[in-house]
């Protein structure tokens, strides 16, 4: 089973994403409304296969939590989600590793197409 890690402090939009990603066989899925918790659960699960987080939430963005990906040597796919223009996380996020930028709303096939590159 693959593991992903999907951060969002939008509790309702957090479970969809579980419910879509529950639609693939083969996963592994962990939810965290917040960072703390996920950077604790990276800590000690280096093995996870993609995370899918937030471009802005409440304690840090994503630019900073994708340092801490890079930190603690994870080898995985990373995706943004973001009701911000496109343009405007990837002036923000150019010197970092990023496979995806998901616009909000979006639909669930985006997030199936992202979860079959894992």
Sequence with gaps: MK?????????????????????IDGFQIYSFVNAREAYSFLEKNRDIKAVLIDYNMSEINAKEFIEIIKKFEINCK??????????????SLKQTKVDV?????????IIHNFAKQI
């Design 78 to 91: 990373i995706g943004i989600m973001s009701g911000y223009l496109k343009d405007e996380i990837e002036g």
């Design 3 to 23: 593991k992903i890690a999907i951060i969002d402090d939008d509790k309702i939009l957090l479970s969809c994403l579980v419910e879509i990603i529950k639609l």
């Design 101 to 109: 930028i998901i616009q909000k709303p979006f639909n669930i096939e």
